[in-house]
Each structure stands twice: as structure tokens, then as C-alpha cells.
């Protein structure tokens, strides 16, 4: 699954982006199999979870993010979101959406957006 991440920018702290995530040389069978996930890197820090959802919506978030960003995805679109809300200094980082097949085998990896949030 080819992945391509949009949506990163400078936005002031408490304000707001949305990440998007396309599939679009995949077809939709194949993306209805796979658990899609945003991560983030800051720099000099190692990459980590920021939510997840699998193709049937049930979502998962990291407790720094949780009741502020929201993960979603839109299946017959092959597409990922990623609603970030209140945004703080500490949300700064390189973004990845990511696949995750349900049978196992390689993941995939968005190019990654850079999101930065300024106090």
C-alpha cells in the first residue's frame, strides 16, 4: 500500500490542522484490510503512536492526544485523518500515517508532514 500524507503546517498553540492520508494506487478491498495508524517523530526524540483505527472504526489513542485529535478514516475513499485540536508546542513533529495489514506481513509509510506549533 502506497501512502501520501498532506496537511502539516505552522498553526499557533490552541489552534487546529488536519492530517490527511491518501491510498490512491490501492484498491479498496485491500485498504478494508488494513489497521491505519498516525505517528509522529519530534526531533531528537524516537517515533511514536498518536492513534489508530481499524477498518472498523474502532480507534485507539495515546494519552497525550486523547479528547483532542481525532482519528478517522473513510473507506470507500481510501483515506485517513487525523483532526488536531487545541494543538500545544509539544505536538511539534514530523507526522507518518501508517498501514498495517490484519494478516500480517511488511507495514506501510506515508512520506511523513511536518506539523509545527508555535507558542
Known amino acids: 500500500v502506497q501512502l501520501q500524507a498532506s496537511g502539516g503546517g505552522l498553526v499557533q498553540a490552541g489552534g487546529s490542522l488536519r492530517l490527511s492520508c491518501a491510498a490512491p494506487h490501492t484498491i479498496t478491498s485491500v485498504f478494508n484490510n488494513y489497521d491505519m495508524g498516525w505517528y509522529r517523530q519530534a526531533p531528537g526524540k524516537q517515533r511514536e503512536l498518536v492513534a489508530r483505527v481499524t477498518p472498523t472504526k474502532i480507534t485507539h489513542y495515546s494519552d497525550s492526544v486523547k479528547g483532542r485529535f481525532t482519528i478517522s478514516r473513510d473507506n470507500a475513499r481510501k483515506m485517513l485523518y487525523l483532526q488536531m485540536n487545541s494543538l500545544k508546542p509539544e505536538d511539534t513533529a514530523v507526522y507518518y500515517c501508517?498501514?498495517?495489514?490484519?494478516?500480517?506481513?511488511?507495514?506501510?509509510w506515508g512520506q511523513g508532514t511536518l506539523v509545527t506549533v508555535s507558542s
Open positions: 501508517q498501514g498495517r495489514p490484519l494478516r500480517g506481513g511488511d507495514e506501510s
